[in-house]
């Protein structure tokens, strides 16, 4: 789903973090920058991938490797070279452990990486951003959706979505929030509870009433919590979960009514987590980051044939990998080797991605682009998801983040 990024399979919306427990320890003492290594007229560029090769996000992390090298075959124009100097990448496995990430990344940047990528939980990107602007080097974070990823400082940058484009996506689904009732739906856990927070900031800041039916983790019997959020009577059902019993929960809510008697909205994950929603599918409302089929332009088909090429199809979260590396590319054509001169490029770049126009705005560095709605309609034994909606990038732009 919006899915979050650092939670299992079910929903991808991740919360707003706060920015802490930062390690102290993220580079050499009076360190000015990144050891110039590799540098020259003939030297490659160097580009680090520190993103989830194993643990619980490992699928995502696949995902975003393999788009990230369609998108390099695309951006170089299938040369794999700038300026003809040959883009070498090393990927690092971070686990979705943030202690490792920054172990992978300060070891990339003592052997003189300038640029790094991936980051595909949020604890992780949060952790590596500090080091990029410590050490002064590019970093441009996939797939975590935090919020406190953008404005984090003048080198960190997102190729992803971020949570409050996601929940305002979701309230799109029921029109201006202002007086409307909200209900989210989730269990009682530290993903529930963020969700919750980042609905409430989002929707409640522009006049939502949100109502939370936090479900303890360890229930086996849900109906009397979905009883709670239908006999609520809410305009919007939000609904955040994370869990074996996803399946269970939805019949739940199926047999309560909940589908007759309000909206019901949740995100659309990756494709093997469609089977979940079950007799539900499509009754429910589905916001988007990206899914197969959700554009059709070059950008899009290039990542389409890309990844074939790989044995790989599209889902959630190719986009990531493909945009970052069109901005790897961009940053590497217009700054070389120089840190401060590729984020320069960076800042108010306007291009087109598989998802169509995006921007990347210069005050904080939020990647404004369109998002989705959609729904799931059968195929064969299963479902794919159909483009409902698109959402103009300004329409679900975030605030402006204030300095850090």
Not at 132 to 150: C, H, K, M, W, Y
Request: glycine share 12%; with cysteine.
């Amino acid at each position: 789903m919006p899915r979050r990024s650092g939670h299992p399979p079910a929903i991808v919306l991740t919360a707003v973090l706060a920015l802490v427990g930062l390690l102290a320890a993220c580079g050499a003492p009076g360190s000015s920058g990144a050891p110039a290594g590799g540098e020259g007229p003939g030297a490659p560029f160097r580009v680090g991938l520190v993103h989830s090769t194993t643990g619980p996000l490992a699928s995502y992390g696949a995902q975003y490797a393999a788009g990230f090298r369609a998108g390099l075959d695309y951006a170089t124009q299938g040369t794999g070279q700038v300026d003809g100097r040959r883009v070498e990448v090393t990927e690092a496995d971070d686990a979705g452990d943030p202690a490792k990430a920054v172990a992978a990344a300060t070891d990339l940047i003592g052997q003189g990486y300038r640029v790094l990528a991936g980051a595909t939980a949020s604890g992780v990107a949060l952790q590596v951003a500090p080091l990029a602007e410590q050490n002064r080097v590019l970093f441009i974070s996939g797939p975590a959706a935090t919020d406190a990823v953008t404005g984090a400082n003048h080198y960190t940058f997102r190729s992803g979505r971020q949570t409050y484009q996601d929940v305002l996506t979701a309230g799109s689904i029921i029109g201006d929030p202002a007086g409307r009732r909200v209900l989210v739906f989730a269990q009682d856990s530290a993903f529930g509870q963020a969700n919750v927070a980042a609905v409430t900031a989002v929707l409640g800041g522009k006049g939502a009433q949100v109502t939370p039916v936090l479900v303890p983790a360890g229930a086996t019997d849900l109906t009397p919590f979905a009883r709670q959020a239908v006999d609520a009577a809410p305009d919007l059902l939000f609904v955040a979960w994370a869990g074996q019993n996803a399946t269970q929960m939805w019949q739940s809510l199926q047999q309560q009514g909940a589908f007759e008697s309000t909206t019901v909205v949740t995100g659309l994950d990756i494709k093997p987590t469609y089977p979940v929603f079950g007799a539900a599918a499509g009754q429910i409302h589905f916001l988007s980051h990206f899914f197969p089929g959700a554009t059709d332009n070059e950008a899009y088909k290039a990542l389409e044939s890309g990844l074939a090429k790989q044995g790989v199809e599209v889902d959630l979260f190719t986009n990531d990998g493909f945009v970052a590396a069109q901005m790897v590319v961009h940053a590497l054509q217009e700054g070389g080797d120089d840190p401060d001169a590729m984020a320069k490029a960076l800042e108010g770049w306007t291009f087109t991605g598989p998802k169509g126009q995006s921007t990347i705005r210069p005050e904080d560095h939020a990647l404004l682009q369109p998002m989705f709605t959609a729904r799931l309609v059968p195929a064969g034994e299963g479902f794919t998801p159909q483009l409902v909606d698109t959402l103009s990038p300004d329409t679900v732009a975030p605030p402006v983040a204030t300095a850090k």
